[in-house]
């Protein structure tokens, strides 16, 4: 057996960890999260010539009550061409502990396969059962537990994207029933997805590359862990949407009370989707106190939620003003010509007023 290692191969740190399942290392240095060594499986599927390669594993997430179809065809299709996809339905048996299998196959998988659709990104006491969706669970696992795991999103049909993954771009799947050509035209581009990300690629929607936006979902789902309690303040933001004709809500308290875990749990539940931006002020962060980052990043934030906001972003005047160099020399300018005046040309949402939430923390 071959010494453990000290240090990462590829940025030399020697924050290190073993995964005992499969016997891999990973680096848990800032965003290296390298992985090497152990019994970590080719990142293709198996050749015609019938050698024995270890299958990489696919962990296939979905609302049973809208997307079973779909994922009992892409589970077979994905086998056929040689994963080995973990579907909770073939996975789970009688008697066993469901959220433990689904750990298990969480951190046995390489890849997460997320179908998206209104059961599987449900979430907040305005769901119909009253319960999250265990997908966002799933989800929130394979991004936030070391070592990440990547997760490629499905529009399995019409829904808004879940905060946590609204920079990731997606294969739509929504008209797979339509046709044959549909649903294999679909079926390729998430193939090539999947060997994309099995080489360590992140593919991002369009307007990502241009306006690269902070990614706060790690320092939210930071603050959110153990959240309880606190309905009556929710119910007061409510109502203060609902009701009140002011445009802006500040939330004040003393260092230490939770203001910011209120304020990630809110963004988690969105309730309605009525939570369409989010900018999170750190002390600790610097970068997210520059003006022009939060201006790009709400610009890209709002364009991931309203599709017409986002068709936008093709003008050339508005891609001047939003760019880097005219956001660091006039934020204020920038965000007046880059958001708010193309906003106005956007219809009125029929859910009503929608939240755009700013969030200063101090150390």
């Known amino acids: 057996m071959s010494d453990s290692p000290t240090t990462c191969p590829q940025c030399g740190s020697d924050e290190i960890a073993l995964?005992?399942?499969?016997?891999?290392?990973?680096?848990?240095a800032g965003d290296c999260n390298h992985r090497w060594g152990g019994d970590k499986p080719d990142s293709s599927a198996p050749d015609d010539e019938g050698q024995e390669k270890q299958k990489v594993k696919l962990f296939l997430s979905y609302g049973r009550r809208d997307t079973s179809d779909l994922a009992e065809r892409l589970c077979i299709d994905l086998a056929a061409v040689g994963y080995d996809v973990w579907q909770d339905t073939r996975e789970i048996t009688t008697g066993t502990s469901w959220q433990h299998e689904i750990v298990d196959g969480l951190r046995s998988a390489q890849l997460v396969i997320a179908?998206?659709?209104?059961?599987?990104?449900?979430?907040?006491?305005?769901?119909?059962?009253?319960?999250?969706?265990?997908?966002?669970?799933?989800?929130?696992?394979?991004?936030?537990n070391p070592p990440p795991i990547?997760?490629?999103?499905?529009?399995?049909?019409?829904?808004?994207?879940?905060?946590?993954?609204?920079?990731?771009?997606?294969?739509?799947l929504a008209s797979w029933q339509d046709s044959d050509d549909q649903y294999?035209?679909?079926?390729?581009r998430l193939l090539d997805g999947i060997q994309a990300a099995l080489k360590g690629e992140k593919r991002y929607r369009k307007w990502h590359q241009q306006l690269d936006p902070w990614d706060f979902a790690p320092f939210l789902y930071e603050k959110r862990q153990g959240f309880i309690g606190r309905e009556?303040?929710?119910?007061?933001?409510?109502?203060?949407?609902?009701?009140?004709?002011?445009?802006?809500?500040?939330?004040?308290g003393d260092p230490g009370t939770g203001k910011s875990a209120v304020v990630a749990e809110l963004v988690h539940r969105n309730p309605g989707g009525q939570v369409i931006a989010y900018h999170c002020c750190q002390a600790d962060a610097k970068e997210t106190l520059r003006p022009w980052r939060f201006v790009r990043s709400i610009a890209a934030m709002i364009a991931s939620k309203l599709p017409e906001y986002a068709a936008q972003l093709e003008n050339p005047n508005i891609q001047e003003a939003l760019s880097r160099e005219s956001c660091e020399r006039d934020a204020g300018s920038a965000f007046e010509r880059g958001v708010l005046t193309p906003l106005q040309a956007v219809p009125a949402p029929e859910e009503g007023v929608r939240y755009e939430w700013h969030l200063k923390c101090r150390k």
């Open 19 to 28: 995964i005992p399942k499969t016997s891999e290392w990973f680096c848990t």
């Open 115 to 144: 179908l998206m659709s209104p059961h599987s990104v449900r979430c907040g006491p305005t769901c119909t059962d009253g319960v999250d969706s265990v997908c966002l669970g799933e989800i929130a696992y394979a991004l936030y």
């Open 150 to 172: 990547p997760v490629i999103p499905v529009m399995a049909q019409p829904c808004e994207a879940p905060l946590c993954i609204f920079h990731l771009d997606y294969t739509d």
């Open 184 to 188: 294999q035209h679909g079926l390729k």
């Open 232 to 252: 009556w303040l929710f119910e007061e933001l409510d109502t203060w949407r609902a009701a009140h004709r002011e445009s802006a809500l500040l939330i004040t």
